[in-house]
């Protein structure tokens, strides 16, 4: 997901933290000699990587990906999924923050090509606590540029936190339901301990 929000706020490093754990993956695969595709949404589509070595290519190209966020975060994903050929492991990175309604088409999408898919949210901590010791603030959507000014009291934020469980545990419902495997990632998580203690339960790493 290069969408703007994986940016915001930039303190959370979420898109860092999903360049890791896609790094990661990727040398996996290659060591056991599957080819390895990866896609940045409307910024990046890279060809096929083969062994062990092309690690080091497939990192620079990380390195160097920039997220173009003036992109329409629907119309590329809708690219992205159309220039999949074949069936195969495919493995969404996102904070997965966006409208249900688009959540199911990407996967509904990927489920068309017959992917066996693997959901990684990645998630900041100001987005599970958000605006600590604010109590007024004027909020910024991150795709749309739409400004807000909220007050920040204690009902606000038990309102919020539970947006965000109604959120997160609809979209853990509807992984479920199709069979989609689903883990989270915090931001702030070291990548080893998120490999061994949270990626190892989907069945992804044998």
Avoid at 96 to 102: E, I, K, Q, V, W
Avoid at 120 to 129: A, M, W
Wanted: with cysteine; aromatic share 6%; proline share 5%.
């Amino acid at each position: 997901d290069s969408s703007a929000s994986m940016l915001t706020p930039p303190a959370d490093r979420k898109w860092e933290k999903a360049c890791e754990i896609a790094m990661a993956l990727a040398y996996v695969a290659l060591m056991e000699q599957d080819s390895v595709s990866l896609i940045a949404p409307g910024t990046f589509h890279s060809p096929s990587y083969y062994g062990g070595r092309a690690i080091h290519q497939l990192g620079n190209s990380l390195l160097k990906l920039k997220p173009d966020i003036r992109k329409d975060p629907v119309r590329s994903m809708r690219a992205a999924i159309s220039q999949v050929r074949y069936p195969g492991v495919a493995i969404v990175v996102s904070d997965f923050l966006m409208p249900f309604a688009f959540i199911r088409e990407i996967f509904n999408g990927l489920r068309a090509k017959n992917m066996d898919i693997t959901a990684v949210q990645v998630l900041g901590p100001h987005e599970i606590e958000p605006l600590s010791g604010v109590e007024s603030a004027r909020i910024v959507d991150s795709e749309t540029g739409e400004e807000i000014e909220i007050t920040m009291d204690q009902d606000a934020r038990n309102h919020y936190g539970l947006l965000l469980v109604d959120h997160n545990q609809r979209l853990q419902d509807f992984l479920a339901e199709s069979r989609i495997a689903y883990c989270l990632a915090l931001s702030r998580q070291d990548l080893g301990e998120f490999i061994v203690e949270n990626l190892a339960r989907t069945g992804l790493l044998k």
